[in-house]
C-alpha cells in the first residue's frame, strides 16, 4: 500500500541536544510538509518542499532545519530542542500545491519529548 | 488575519446524529478540508468541499455554504470508533492551507 512512513513514532531528546525525525513516503508525491502539532491545538505547518524547492514559513524558528535529498525521503533537524519544542511533528504529502482537490496524506507522526 | 472557529468539544449518544460546524475568515477561498484525528494519531482525510452545497459519503456528509463563509460535518448513525478530534481546513487564495483548532467528538453509549 502507498503510504507515509515516519521514524521513530516516539522520541525521547533532553534539552539542546540535536535530533533528527524522518519521513518517506511511496506515494511519489511531489511535495512534502513537517507540521508541528501541539495538544488540542491546529497543526501548524514548519516548511514544505515542491520537489527540491524549499519553502520555509515566515514564523519558522531557525532552530528547525530540514533536508530533502530525494522524492521519496525528508528529514526534520531540531539543532538544539528546547521544552517548547516536545510535540507531535507530522510529515504530509501532496501530489501538487497551487490546486484544488488536493489533499494531504499524513504519516502517523512522531511524538517528541525534550527532558 | 486568518481565523477558523470550531467548537471545542461536543459530547453525542452512540447511534445518534452530530452536527459539527466551521466558520472561517480566510484570504481567498480555494475548498474546505474536513480530517478526523484518533488521540495520538495523524489527520485522516473525510471530505473536500469546493462547490456549495452537500456531499455525502456513507456516514459522513459535509456542507458548504460560501457565502457565508460556514461548513459543517454531519455524522450519522453514531459509533464509538468516531469519538476523535474533527479539524476543518482551509485553503486560501495562495492555497496555503490554514487549520482549525479541531473539534473534540466524545461518544457515549
Known amino acids: 500500500d502507498a503510504m507515509v512512513i515516519q521514524n521513530p513514532r516516539y522520541q525521547v531528546t533532553q534539552f539542546g541536544k540535536p535530533v533528527t525525525l524522518s519521513c518517506s513516503q511511496t506515494?511519489?508525491?511531489?511535495?512534502m510538509y513537517w507540521y508541528q502539532q501541539k495538544s488540542s491545538q491546529a497543526p501548524k505547518l514548519l516548511f514544505h518542499y515542491y520537489d527540491k524547492d524549499f519553502n520555509n514559513e515566515a514564523d519558522t524558528p531557525d532552530n528547525f532545519q530540514s533536508r530533502r535529498p530525494n522524492t521519496s525521503f525528508c528529514f526534520l533537524d531540531i539543532r538544539s530542542p528546547g521544552l517548547g519544542d516536545a510535540a507531535m511533528y507530522l510529515c504530509?504529502?501532496?501530489?501538487?500545491?497551487?490546486?484544488?482537490?488536493?489533499?494531504?496524506?499524513f504519516g502517523p507522526g512522531t511524538r517528541l519529548t525534550v527532558l | 488575519g486568518q481565523n477558523i472557529d470550531q467548537p471545542t468539544e461536543m459530547t453525542a449518544t452512540e447511534g445518534a446524529i452530530v452536527q459539527i460546524n466551521c466558520t472561517y475568515q480566510t484570504s481567498g477561498f480555494n475548498g474546505l478540508f474536513w480530517y478526523q484525528q484518533h488521540a495520538g494519531e495523524a489527520p485522516t482525510f473525510l471530505s473536500y468541499n469546493v462547490l456549495d452545497g452537500l456531499e455525502e459519503k456513507g456516514r459522513f456528509s459535509s456542507f458548504l455554504s460560501r457565502s457565508k463563509g460556514y461548513s459543517y460535518l454531519l455524522l450519522k448513525e453514531l459509533q464509538m470508533k468516531d469519538s476523535a478530534s474533527y479539524l476543518c481546513?482551509?485553503?486560501?487564495?495562495?492555497?496555503?492551507?490554514?487549520w482549525g483548532a479541531g473539534t473534540k467528538l466524545i461518544i457515549k453509549p
Open positions: 504530509a504529502t501532496s501530489r501538487e500545491t497551487g490546486s484544488p482537490y488536493n489533499e494531504q496524506f
Open positions: 506515494l511519489n508525491h511531489n511535495v
Open positions: 481546513a482551509v485553503y486560501d487564495s495562495n492555497y496555503q492551507l490554514i
